[in-house]
């Protein structure tokens, strides 16, 4: 595999499983999302579509909310940067863990990324020293 140039992700696309939680989940849930190293807070933006979760069949369009035991797709915004990959690109950073309560919530994979234009944002300590270099 080559280098690629890295994106910073302003969406993402989510096929979600979920697997353990109390409630309903919604659009503006906004639990913590475990990515490969990464544990950033995301926001559920839409749910777009409820699916069967073993064949992948839409069952629903915009559904108001998902719960245990439902598989969805979800387009969540992430509160900080984030670079993750789709799953069909690059598996280990397209898989994720959704944690609220100190619990796994759900899990799923990364279907799709919409990223963002390079802008003058905050640059970090170590990314002024790598780029010295």
Same mark, same amino acid.
């Given at each position: 595999?080559?280098?690629? /140039?890295?994106?910073?992700?302003?969406?993402? =696309?989510?096929?979600?499983?979920?697997?353990?939680?109390?409630?309903?989940?919604?659009?503006?849930?906004? #639990?913590?999302?475990? /990515?490969?190293?990464?544990?950033? +807070? /995301?926001?559920?933006?839409?749910?777009?579509?409820?699916?069967?979760?073993?064949? $992948?069949? @839409?069952?629903?369009?915009? #559904?108001? =909310?998902?719960?245990? $035991?439902? +598989? /969805?797709?979800?387009?969540?915004? #992430?509160?900080?940067?984030?670079?993750?990959?789709?799953?069909?690109?690059? +598996? #280990?950073?397209?898989? =994720?863990?959704?944690?609220?309560?100190?619990?796994?919530?759900?899990? $799923?994979?990364? @279907?799709?990324?919409?990223?963002?234009?390079?802008?003058?944002?905050?640059?970090?300590?170590?990314?002024?020293?790598?780029?010295?270099?």
């Amino acid at each position: 595999m080559g280098l690629r /140039c890295v994106s910073i992700i302003y969406a993402m =696309f989510f096929q979600v499983i979920v697997l353990n939680h109390p409630g309903q989940i919604s659009n503006g849930y906004a #639990p913590v999302l475990d /990515c490969h190293t990464a544990h950033i +807070a /995301c926001k559920f933006s839409e749910i777009l579509e409820k699916i069967d979760r073993r064949s $992948g069949k @839409k069952l629903e369009d915009m #559904p108001k =909310f998902v719960k245990s $035991g439902d +598989a /969805c797709i979800v387009k969540m915004i #992430p509160q900080k940067p984030m670079v993750v990959e789709a799953f069909s690109e690059y +598996a #280990p950073l397209g898989r =994720f863990a959704v944690r609220d309560m100190r619990q796994t919530v759900a899990v $799923g994979v990364i @279907k799709g990324v919409e990223k963002k234009a390079a802008s003058g944002g905050k640059v970090t300590k170590a990314a002024q020293k790598a780029s010295k270099k």
